[in-house]
């Protein structure tokens, strides 16, 4: 049991201590963007301004607002991005007082959006905790972990939901969180104007500089980026392959 633990543990700080450097057949730079909340009433028009720029994307989508827009659901899905678990309905005390619920959310969501997209098979194993991570409970985070789901926080925001922010303000925003760092996960929200329209200058921002876009996943092949990536994250153990990129992340930190 304690080997175990102490597996788990490291698993989730591995992304942390990260690599000093890409791989071979590795991009050098990574950007995930990630959108939380949605689908909103503007979704149309942000998956919009997303297939103008070309730029896959990570949507970490709420039951209770899939259930409202199951039409921009299917968008999302259609367009091949990513659809993630970020709870039913934004909420946080149930799963830090009592993390068995989980597994039950989680199988309310698929439900919820295999009703929005008319596929029995859809299936998904990503999730955000509500505000991010750092206020939960560790048995909250092992909990999603032991479910066999991964859950992922972030190391740059647009900082969208604060006051007094607009189109110039989100950019400065992306620029000083990413400070050159070799994998990002950026933290933006569905149904804001202004991260809209400073979606042009992010993009060539990430662009310019050299990163690549890609969407989330817990494969082994972005679980090798990831691991140089400095969010706090927790993925689930996949037996020996899984072990052996934490050992290499352990060695070349």
């Known amino acids: 049991m304690r080997k175990a633990l102490t597996l788990l543990l490291l698993l989730c700080l591995c992304p942390v201590l990260g690599l000093a450097d890409s791989k071979p057949g590795q991009p050098d730079k990574v950007v ?5 909340d949605g689908p909103k009433k503007a979704t149309p028009e942000l998956l919009d301004i997303l297939d103008e720029l070309d730029v896959p994307v990570t949507f970490f989508l709420v039951g209770l607002q899939v259930r409202a ?8 899905y259609d367009r091949g991005d990513v659809i993630a678990c970020h709870t039913m309905d934004h909420s946080s005390s149930d799963i830090k007082e009592e993390p068995a619920r989980l597994e039950r959310v989680f199988s309310r969501f698929i439900d919820e959006v295999r009703t929005a997209l008319n596929e029995p098979s859809f299936t998904t194993d990503l999730f955000r905790f509500p505000g991010g991570s750092t206020s939960y409970p560790y048995r909250s985070k092992k909990q999603v972990v032991d479910l066999g789901w991964s859950w992922f926080d972030w190391n740059a925001m647009t900082r969208d939901t604060y006051e007094n922010m607009d189109a110039a303000a989100i950019l400065r925003s992306v620029r000083n969180y990413t400070n050159d760092q070799p994998v990002v996960i950026l933290l933006a929200h569905d149904g804001k104007g202004f991260t809209r329209k400073a979606l042009l200058d992010i993009v060539a921002f990430y662009r310019e500089n050299g990163y690549e876009f890609r969407r989330l996943s817990a494969s082994m092949e972005e679980r090798r980026i990831l691991a140089r990536c400095p969010s706090r994250m927790g993925l689930p153990d996949t037996g020996p392959a899984g072990r052996l990129l934490l050992e290499s992340a352990l060695q070349n930190r």
Not at 32 to 36: C, H, K, N, V
């Open 32 to 36: 995930y963007l990630t959108f939380d």
């Open 69 to 76: 827009f199951p039409e921009y659901t299917r968008m999302i």
